[in-house]
């Protein structure tokens, strides 16, 4: 599969932004997918999670209440909706995809493919 994030941009602190990924190659319903982000200079985070059907999420506790990540499998795509944002919000943000089993995992390396990644920065 392979994964295209779009909708990154400049934003001042306590606003909003939505971000998505859009899927294309083998079925998108077959992967759970996330969100992860990476500031300069530090590792790799995760961000939020998605289960296939949609049923089922989980968020880093950093960004529980304020962001909520969703999919459209009619559209092949996983957004997350990022409100009241902060400086230290600012990153890289990727979407990955783990395929076989439909459950949650927050390391990086349970997920097989990556997109490229979309840039937030979040101005004080």
């Known amino acids: 599969v392979q994964l295209q994030a779009s909708g990154g941009g400049l934003v001042q602190a306590g606003g909003s932004l939505r971000i998505s990924c859009a899927a294309s190659?083998?079925?998108?319903?077959?992967?759970?997918m996330a969100w992860f982000r990476q500031a300069p200079g530090k590792e790799r985070k995760f961000v939020a999670a998605i289960r296939r059907s949609g049923a089922g999420t989980d968020y880093a506790d950093s960004v529980k209440g304020r962001f909520t990540i969703s999919r459209d499998n009619t559209k092949n795509t996983v957004y997350l909706q990022m409100n009241s944002l902060k400086p230290e919000d600012t990153a890289v943000y990727y979407c990955a995809a783990r395929p076989t089993f439909d459950t949650i995992r927050a390391s990086p390396s349970m997920y097989h493919y990556w997109g490229q990644g979309t840039l937030v920065t979040v101005s004080s």
């Open positions: 190659g083998r079925t998108f319903t077959s992967y759970v």
